[in-house]
């Protein structure tokens, strides 16, 4: 089942007719509690949704088509253990990371258990490595911590590191090996000292290519500088491969698992976080599950429409269907949130990019959105001139913590006036006097649309809630478009060719198009 089938679907296309040639900010007067209805609040956050071109019909219709695909019960058995990873036949339960007093299931097994066991193993650590009794090889207290992990097992920690840099230990430096390019081990192995570097490989499946092969590199590294028997007391993961991880040279002590009902995307909460959990300690930590949990609980139990994910997710899908507003630029007015649009790109393109439905039949309407964004005010010198004036509409998300990190008003007043003024100017547009000097050039149409997702401080907790609602947001999507957020085919050509390509470039060339060969033979003719 997905949103076109529905009833409330064929009406929208009606409504949306007489939608047509109104105007966003003519809304507000029309409709006297468009305020009460389109700004929702949890906790420290407000969400105003008014600035998008949709009307308290228009979301009341759309709230009954959740109902029609039976959201509730999408959340439901997500919450419940049953495999709504239908292709990979697994569950999906990266909420039992973060509900800790609850116990979650899966085939009859509870899972909660081994989950709180690894997290306390996981705070050992953390604490050990914070307060420096737990040391390197040589006794020397752990200086650097390196992630080594691309995807979910990269983007989640990293984000949050620099996002909670005002919670993290200033005694440690963090470092990310992602990318198999040589340069980006070398540029982070050339900074540390072997005796005070701890290593964590982060690798659900432990198979990626890119991941073993940093892994070897560093390993290699580590040996030539310390020796074979020095590899257990520098290197430690977290996967739900323990056997592959115990080959590499790791004790099961040092490994930290998961099961595979945690999707790479949806990681952060649990063993994947370990970076993060080493950097901002065991207290900061459990506040980010906690603020993620009160998300969880407000998805799982609020009336559709005031459920923030739903809505969120009932407003993209407007603008996509209805608006043919497709890509969503993420804007967050915040240096610590920087990495939250790379963040969702993976969340929300690797989730939603699909064509065919849970049912393996083919999609007929767009799904994901092109996700793109920077942090304001530096996209505001960059992209925005075609956000207002390109003949592509784009819909926005405009995000910010109100009181900074710093203490300082002076620039936050100017960087919050800044996220303000641009959502205004891209509804309201401007139109110049025809006999203005370049009245054609400064014309802006106004009416492109945008969320305002304001909380009062980033911390921990609101960080958790922020993601949490994002990740929400993304499977009540799936949900309505009718297709499996937790798989990911897509990736999988691109990786089979590069192994065949790679032998090819230390040997015989195989059978390509024209095109490919000569990338390849160029490669060849390069690299001697
Ligand atoms: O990009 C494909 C993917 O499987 C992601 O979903 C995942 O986050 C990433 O690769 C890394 O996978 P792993 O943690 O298994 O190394």
Redesign the pocket.
């Known amino acids: 089942m997905n949103y076109t089938k529905t009833d409330a679907f064929l009406k929208l296309k009606k409504h949306h007719e007489l939608l047509t040639d109104q105007r966003t900010a003519d809304l507000f007067a029309a409709e006297a509690d468009r305020m009460d209805k389109l700004v929702l609040t949890l906790d420290d956050f407000i969400i105003d949704f008014s600035k998008n071109k949709i009307d308290k019909r228009a979301l009341e219709l759309l709230c009954r088509m959740a109902e029609e695909v039976d959201i509730k019960k999408g959340v439901q058995d997500m919450l419940n253990g049953r495999k709504i990873n239908s292709t990979e036949k697994r569950a999906v339960l990266h909420t039992a990371l973060r509900n800790l007093d609850k116990d979650f299931h899966v085939d009859g097994v509870n899972i909660s258990l081994g989950i709180r066991d690894t997290l306390n193993a996981m705070c050992k650590l953390a604490e050990g490595v914070r307060n420096g009794m737990t040391t390197g090889y040589t006794g020397k207290r752990i200086m650097d911590v390196v992630n080594i992990?691309?995807?979910?097992?990269y983007l989640g920690p990293k984000m949050a590191i620099r996002a909670l840099d005002k919670f993290k230990t200033p005694l440690i430096n963090f470092h990310f090996i992602a990318n198999v390019d040589p340069v980006s081990a070398e540029r982070v192995l050339k900074r540390l000292d072997a005796e005070t570097t701890l290593f964590i490989v982060?690798?659900?499946?432990w198979?990626?290519d890119e991941?073993l092969t940093n892994a070897a590199v560093c390993r290699e590294w580590l040996v030539e500088r310390l020796g074979v028997e020095a590899v257990g007391a520098h290197f430690v993961a977290a996967s739900s491969n323990v056997p592959a991880a115990n080959d590499f040279g790791l004790l099961s002590a040092n490994v930290f698992g998961f099961g595979d009902y945690v999707g790479?995307?949806y990681s952060m909460w649990g063993p994947v976080g370990l970076p993060l959990l080493i950097a901002i300690g065991e207290k900061n930590f459990l506040e980010l599950l906690a603020g993620a949990a009160v998300v969880d609980r407000h998805f799982a139990d609020t009336p559709f429409e005031k459920n923030l994910p739903v809505v969120m997710a009932l407003v993209d899908l407007w603008n996509i269907e209805f608006l043919n507003i497709g890509d969503l630029a993420v804007l967050p007015y915040s240096t610590e949130l920087a990495l939250l649009p790379a963040y969702l790109q993976q969340l929300v393109m690797?989730s939603l990019g699909k064509s065919v439905g849970a049912d393996g039949e083919p999609i007929d309407f767009a799904t994901s959105p092109l996700l793109f964004g920077q942090e304001g005010t530096c996209g505001q010198h960059s992209f925005y001139q075609m956000l207002h004036q390109g003949s592509k509409k784009i819909a926005c998300d405009f995000i910010a913590p109100v009181i900074s990190s710093t203490g300082d008003t002076r620039s936050q007043r100017k960087l919050l006036a800044n996220m303000v003024a641009q959502a205004e100017a891209l509804m309201i547009g401007q139109k110049p006097a025809e006999t203005e000097p370049n009245a054609a050039f400064r014309t802006f149409v106004g009416d492109r649309p945008s969320n305002t997702i304001l909380m009062r401080k980033l911390t921990p907790k609101t960080l958790g809630m922020l993601i949490a609602l994002y990740e929400h947001r993304t499977y009540a999507t799936a949900l309505l478009m009718g297709i499996n957020a937790f798989d990911?085919f897509g990736?999988e050509l691109g990786k089979k060719l590069a192994m065949g390509i790679e032998k090819e470039l230390a040997g015989t060339v195989g059978a390509h198009d024209p095109s490919t060969t000569l990338l390849i033979n160029t490669i060849k003719e390069f690299i001697q």
Do not use: C, L, P, Y
């Open positions: 992990g691309i995807g979910g097992s982060n690798s659900k499946s198979t990626t991941t790479g995307r690797e990911q990736v």
